[in-house]
C-alpha cells in the first residue's frame, strides 16, 4: 500500500483529505507543522508529501529545502491556496513534483497523486 503524509496547518483538511485518500486505498498520515516533517519521515516510510506552502513556524518551501538538505528523496505535490505561477516555479526548482491549488478538486487531486507515484525517481 502507498503511503502518503500530509503536511498542512490547516487540522480540518488533514482530516477531511486523510478519509477521502483512506477511502481510495492510501495509507495516510498527516503533520500539521513543517517542522515535524523530518521526525515523521523517520518513524514511518512515506511515498508521497501533500505539502502546504504557508504554514508558520516553518512554510513549505523550508521543507523542501530541507530535504533537499537531508538528501532525503521523496514525491512531493504542493498544495497551496497560494496558486500562483511563482510558487509553481519555486517548488518545482526545490524538487517538487506537481502543484495543486486550494480548494482542490478531489477528482483532480487523485489523477495527479497516481501520476505522480507512477513516475520513476
Ligand atoms: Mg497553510
Sequence with gaps: ME????????????????DELEEVGYEVGFVNSGIDVLQALKKRHVDLLL????MPGKNGFEVLKDLSDN??????????????????IDSAKLGASDFISKPYDFDELLITIRKVLQKDT
Design 71 to 88: 538528501s532525503i528523496k521523496i514525491k512531493v505535490i504542493v498544495l497551496t491556496a497560494y496558486a500562483d505561477v511563482k510558487s509553481a
Design 51 to 54: 505539502l502546504d506552502l504557508k
Design 3 to 18: 503511503s502518503i503524509l500530509i503536511v498542512d496547518d490547516d487540522i480540518n483538511l488533514c482530516h477531511v483529505l486523510k
